[in-house]
């Protein structure tokens, strides 16, 4: 049956359904415990309560330096869209942070370079590009182009690890529609409603780039390295037959 079929299409997608499970464990399970801490957070927990493990989680500046670990693993375990106000720039987040960026392009990192490698990429790009964007803080600081309220300012959530594994899955993408989907990693962030208050954008919009050229350049990486070891394998001599 042809792939292209809508026949074949529906038999494709159940099969990557069913499948799921037992391919992308990691992702199911991150995205499980996503789910979970945010219905506990937002409904289950008390207000106060809920508010104050946001702020003791937020990767700003005062949380890097008083309890760096806590605060860059923590809000990686915090969802921070909405799952249920369709109508919103904000569910729009959801579907490619969550949606596409989890649930699709991380199952597939997982599916491709196995679940360790994953979590490395998916964590590595939240760890680095929260710390380079607090780099970019202390630099817009120090010259005056972000208010002194940004140290203490809320950031939490998966997106810049979402968006590390959205610019590798460029990887996945047809070659024709590579520069497509580039075009929409890196331009997704800067479609929202945030005031540059100087030179640079907002905080936010800064590591959401970061983290797409971390993944890029991660996607670069692993595309040289396959076209080296196809090249050796092909200049490789060929046994002669005894």
């Known amino acids: 049956m042809n792939a292209r079929t809508p026949r074949g299409l529906l038999t494709g997608l159940l099969r990557a359904v069913r499948t799921y499970p037992r391919r992308s464990p990691l992702t199911l399970g991150y995205v499980v415990l996503l789910l979970t801490g945010h219905v506990w957070v937002g409904s289950l927990l008390a207000a106060d309560r809920a508010d104050a493990l946001r702020e003791h989680l937020s990767t700003n500046l005062d949380n890097l330096a008083d309890h760096p670990v806590t605060a860059l693993v923590g809000s990686a375990l915090l969802y921070d869209g909405t799952l249920t106000e369709i109508l919103t720039t904000g569910f729009g987040g959801t579907l490619i942070t969550l949606g596409l960026g989890v649930c699709c392009c991380l199952a597939w990192t997982e599916r491709r370079f196995g679940s360790l490698r994953a979590a490395a990429v998916f964590l590595g790009g939240h760890v680095l590009a929260t710390l380079l964007t607090a780099l970019v803080i202390l630099l817009a600081l120090r010259y005056g182009w972000y208010p002194e309220s940004v140290r203490t300012a809320s950031d939490y959530g998966i997106s810049y690890g979402a968006q590390t594994v959205l610019a590798l899955a460029t990887l996945a993408v047809p070659r024709r529609a ?18 540059w208050p100087g030179p640079l954008p907002d905080f936010t919009t800064v590591g959401h780039l970061l983290a797409a050229a971390l993944g890029f350049a991660l996607a670069a990486a692993v595309a040289v390295t396959a076209a080296r070891r196809r090249r050796a394998g092909a200049s490789a001599p060929v046994p002669a037959d005894r």
């Not at 520069?179 to 005031?195: F, K, M, N, Q, T």
């Open 178 to 195: 590579r520069l497509p989907w580039a075009a929409l990693v890196v331009g997704w962030p800067l479609s929202g409603d945030g005031e």
